[in-house]
Antibody, heavy 118, light 110 residues
Framework: EVQLVESGGGLVQPGGSLRLSCAASGFTFSTYWMSWVRQAPGKGLEWVANMKQDGSEKYYVDSVNGRFTISRDNTKNSVYLEMNSLRAEDTAVYFC???????????WGQGTLVTVSS | QSALTQPPSASGSPGQSVTISCTGTSSDVGGYNYVSWYQQHPGKAPKLIIYEVTKRPSGVPDRFSGSKSGNTASLTVSGLQAEDEADYYCSSYAGNNIFVFGIGTKVTVL
């Protein structure tokens, strides 16, 4: 059974940093692109970042480019999101998702809440 | 990277059909056959119900169907059931390994 479990969310002050983790199991992690998608309270989904299987390619939504960094450790079956210079508008539930082939976000974690507030 | 346009709400009685539109541009919806749809119940993670415009993952009822014409994709839910009441989001590949989601549609079963 495919499982994705996020952790690392919490309350952080504006300008602060946070690192999210996503532990994967039930599939060959190293053969899939992985993604982060976020959802602000009461709002819709927003794709945040993608990372290729071997970590050689990373892509970001414009609003986080230069502040967030996606990374992965295929030996630990984990993907991470390092978030710096956090702003109030980054407040959201952050979901880890597998980017399947054929194309679609075919498995999702339960999400971890990040609140940016003073 | 603008969000795809969806109607904020849609509704239907049990047994009826409801269709949700998802409008983008030639750079996303119109340019690729990589439109997917997600169902999200309150407090839950999204669930993939349609991928590559028309295909259903294993286990998704055939009451859910997808289509596309030009820059607009559509999701139809036939034979509405109470458990279909949820938020629905479309997503499209937008080139250069980036993706965009729609703003979401709340479906109410009357």
């Amino acid at each position: 059974e495919v499982q994705l479990v996020e952790s690392g969310g919490g309350l952080v002050q504006p300008g602060g940093s946070l690192r999210l983790s996503c532990a994967a199991s039930g599939f060959t992690f190293s053969t899939y692109w992985m993604s982060w998608v976020r959802q602000a309270p009461g709002k819709g989904l927003e794709w945040v970042a993608n990372m290729k299987q071997d970590g050689s390619e990373k892509y970001y939504v414009d609003s986080v480019n230069g502040r967030f960094t996606i990374s992965r450790d295929n030996t630990k079956n984990s993907v991470y999101l390092e978030m710096n210079s956090l702003r109030a508008e980054d407040t959201a539930v952050y979901f880890c998702a597998r980017l399947g082939v054929p194309v679609g976000f075919d498995y999702w974690g339960q999400g971890t809440l990040v609140t940016v507030s003073s | 990277q603008s969000a795809l346009t969806q109607p904020p709400s849609a509704s239907g009685s049990p047994g009826q059909s409801v269709t949700i539109s998802c409008t983008g541009t030639s750079s996303d919806v119109g340019g690729y056959n990589y439109v997917s749809w997600y169902q999200q119940h309150p407090g839950k993670a999204p669930k993939l119900i349609i991928y590559e415009v028309t295909k259903r993952p294993s286990g998704v009822p055939d009451r859910f169907s997808g289509s596309k014409s030009g820059n607009t994709a559509s999701l139809t839910v036939s034979g509405l059931q109470a458990e279909d009441e949820a938020d629905y989001y479309c997503s499209s590949y937008a080139g250069n390994n980036i993706f965009v989601f729609g703003i979401g549609t709340k479906v109410t079963v009357l």
